[in-house]
């Protein structure tokens, strides 16, 4: 069997995550054009190899027992951040707060949100990713796809976006991305990018292993418009440890990998916050992080 170049055999992925838990992948390789992108997505679907993505490792949850196929991280051209005017056109493997803070440094405003949105702008349309009332269809304006059969553009009309969530499969690769802004006072939007960072540090753990909000905010009329935090505290969760891995002191919603967390530690106690949420209110808390591989859900994750 003949390998793309630069492809690497047992790659420990938990380096690439924030929690920094999990095994290692088959097969690792990063993707710095959109050529070697293409050439990768051909080879996994000429070997019928599972495709993973590794954005910013944010939202990411991996199985200990690894992943069985092809692991890409998009990098080099695929992350670049340029401004077009009052456009913003993104790689996929660029790092979204990043592409915030630049837009604001050329008075584009729009794109704010992202600055607490610790991903990737491909990981971002994937879960069209929103905080802070932004939203990312507003001021999306084309995305392109990549798979195994070429690459095609797509509109948000196209995405299927939903809370959370695209109609982006697996092997459909976000290569890049543009944004339309407005034009606006440089001064006005680092104020407001500033005041959305303190925002989260007073609300969010910082300096840590973890991942983002580990459970979706609910709409089920039983949460009376509380936050999946608000209810993990309410439940008594905040603190709460199993293994290596704890719900924050600081926010209920967030993991924490306090060592030598294994992602079963991780997965045993979403599942104990989310009976505790479901047995106080009858809420069923649905998880935000995307996990990787395959994994055993707890016994005590189904409920009802």
Same mark, same amino acid.
């Given at each position: 069997?003949?390998?793309?170049?630069?492809?690497?055999?047992?790659?420990?992925?938990?380096?690439?995550?924030?929690?920094?838990?999990?095994?290692?992948?088959?097969?690792?390789? &990063? =993707?710095?054009?959109?050529?070697?992108?293409?050439?990768?997505?051909?080879?996994?679907?000429?070997?019928?190899?599972?495709?993973?993505?590794?954005?910013?490792?944010?939202?990411?949850?991996?199985?200990?027992?690894?992943?069985?196929?092809?692991?890409?991280?998009?990098?080099?051209?695929?992350?670049?951040?340029?401004?077009?005017?009052?456009?913003?056109?993104?790689?996929?493997?660029?790092?979204?707060?990043?592409?915030?803070?630049?837009?604001?440094?050329?008075?584009?405003?729009?794109?704010?949100?992202?600055?607490?949105?610790?991903?990737?702008?491909?990981?971002?349309?994937?879960?069209?990713?929103?905080?802070?009332?932004?939203?990312?269809?507003?001021?999306?304006?084309?995305?392109?796809?990549?798979?195994?059969?070429?690459?095609?553009? &797509?509109?948000?009309?196209?995405?299927?976006?939903?809370?959370? &969530?695209?109609?982006?499969?697996?092997?459909?690769?976000?290569?890049?991305?543009?944004?339309?802004?407005?034009?606006?006072?440089?001064?006005?939007?680092?104020?407001?990018?500033?005041?959305?960072?303190?925002?989260?540090?007073?609300?969010?753990?910082?300096?840590?292993?973890?991942?983002?909000?580990?459970?979706?905010?609910?709409?089920?009329?039983?949460?009376?418009?509380?936050?999946?935090?608000?209810?993990?505290?309410?439940?008594?969760?905040?603190?709460?440890?199993?293994?290596?891995?704890?719900?924050?002191?600081?926010?209920?919603?967030?993991?924490?990998?306090?060592?030598?967390?294994?992602?079963?530690?991780?997965?045993?106690?979403?599942?104990?916050?989310?009976?505790?949420?479901?047995?106080?209110?009858?809420?069923?808390?649905?998880?935000?992080?995307?996990?990787?591989?395959?994994?055993?859900?707890? =016994?005590?994750?189904?409920?009802?």
């Amino acid at each position: 069997m003949s390998y793309p170049e630069g492809l690497e055999r047992d790659f420990p992925l938990a380096r690439l995550t924030t929690v920094r838990a999990g095994g290692s992948g088959d097969m690792f390789a &990063r =993707a710095g054009t959109e050529e070697q992108l293409l050439e990768l997505l051909a080879f996994a679907e000429d070997e019928q190899a599972q495709v993973g993505v590794v954005g910013s490792g944010s939202n990411l949850l991996i199985s200990d027992d690894g992943f069985r196929g092809l692991v890409l991280k998009l990098d080099r051209d695929l992350a670049t951040i340029e401004r077009d005017g009052d456009r913003v056109l993104c790689g996929g493997g660029a790092r979204l707060p990043s592409a915030a803070a630049k837009s604001a440094g050329w008075g584009l405003s729009g794109l704010e949100f992202g600055v607490n949105i610790p991903g990737s702008v491909g990981g971002a349309v994937r879960m069209n990713a929103n905080a802070y009332g932004g939203e990312l269809a507003r001021t999306l304006e084309w995305v392109d796809i990549c798979t195994g059969a070429g690459r095609d553009r &797509r509109v948000p009309a196209d995405l299927g976006f939903s809370y959370r &969530r695209s109609n982006l499969r697996e092997g459909e690769i976000v290569s890049a991305a543009s944004f339309a802004l407005s034009p606006a006072v440089p001064e006005d939007v680092k104020a407001t990018l500033a005041g959305m960072r303190s925002k989260r540090r007073e609300a969010q753990p910082s300096g840590i292993k973890t991942f983002g909000s580990t459970f979706k905010n609910p709409d089920d009329p039983r949460a009376e418009g509380r936050s999946a935090g608000v209810l993990l505290d309410a439940a008594g969760c905040r603190g709460l440890t199993v293994g290596g891995a704890r719900f924050s002191p600081k926010h209920a919603n967030f993991v924490e990998n306090m060592g030598a967390a294994t992602t079963a530690d991780i997965l045993e106690l979403m599942s104990q916050g989310r009976r505790r949420v479901f047995e106080m209110c009858g809420v069923v808390l649905e998880p935000e992080v995307q996990v990787l591989g395959e994994v055993e859900w707890p =016994a005590g994750w189904e409920l009802g």
